[in-house]
């Protein structure tokens, strides 16, 4: 009888333990961020320490860019309400890949453009190219470079990525694929 009991408990505590834990996802990537102080949309200073243990979503983007940016833009700043809706609000940083354009006055208007919510959401600037470029090819291991398509002036990823706790990217999502979208937000859910 005791050990019939004992091994309900356990069961009962196995399964408990299996269901609280929120970090049962699939993941795609394994790189760690290398720590960053920019500049951000309120021309403050924003650093990676300001995000150290927490959850955290990442996309790069430049305001002036007309080819993806204006789609995968739309797509994070639905997947932040989509969260918010339900209570859940990870911090969603947006790195610009063309800081001489992008000064905090001109991201506030794009912010405001999309009906980004500033609480949550953070545009980044004022750094120099090749540091942002280093960022998106070392730490999320995607492209960046000058001379993008059709006359664009970057060629850059439109992924969006998963930053966990310990500042470490473990997924990466495609910022224009609805069914990516979708993953990203129950993701988010599950973790949060």
């Known amino acids: 009888m005791k050990k019939t009991l004992f091994n309900i408990m356990l069961l009962i505590f ?3 333990i299996a269901a609280c834990s929120n970090e049962k996802i699939e993941t795609n990537m394994s790189s760690t961020v290398a720590d960053f ?3 951000d949309q309120h021309n403050e200073a ?3 320490e ?6 955290w979503i990442a996309y790069f983007f430049y305001t002036n860019c007309t080819m993806v940016c204006p789609q ?4 994070i700043v639905n997947v932040q309400t989509t969260l918010s809706d339900e209570g859940i609000t990870p911090s969603i940083i947006g790195f610009s890949v063309d800081p001489d354009t992008d000064t905090p006055t001109v991201l506030q208007d794009y912010a405001a453009i999309y009906g980004a919510n500033l609480e949550t959401m953070t545009f980044l600037t004022g750094y ?4 942002i470029k280093e960022l998106s090819n070392k730490s999320f291991k995607t492209v960046l470079d000058g ?3 059709e006359g664009h002036a970057y060629a850059h990823s439109t992924s969006f990525f998963l930053i966990n706790p310990k500042g470490e990217v473990i997924k990466r999502y495609d ?15 599950n973790i949060m």
């Open 14 to 16: 196995t399964l408990t």
């Open 37 to 39: 102080e920019f500049t």
């Open 46 to 48: 924003f650093a990676s």
């Open 50 to 55: 300001q995000l150290k243990d927490d959850w």
């Open 72 to 75: 995968t833009t739309a797509n």
């Open 128 to 131: 120099e190219f090749d540091t």
């Open 147 to 149: 001379g993008g398509p």
């Open 175 to 189: 910022g224009l694929s609805q069914s990516d979208l979708e993953k990203l937000i129950a993701d988010v859910k």
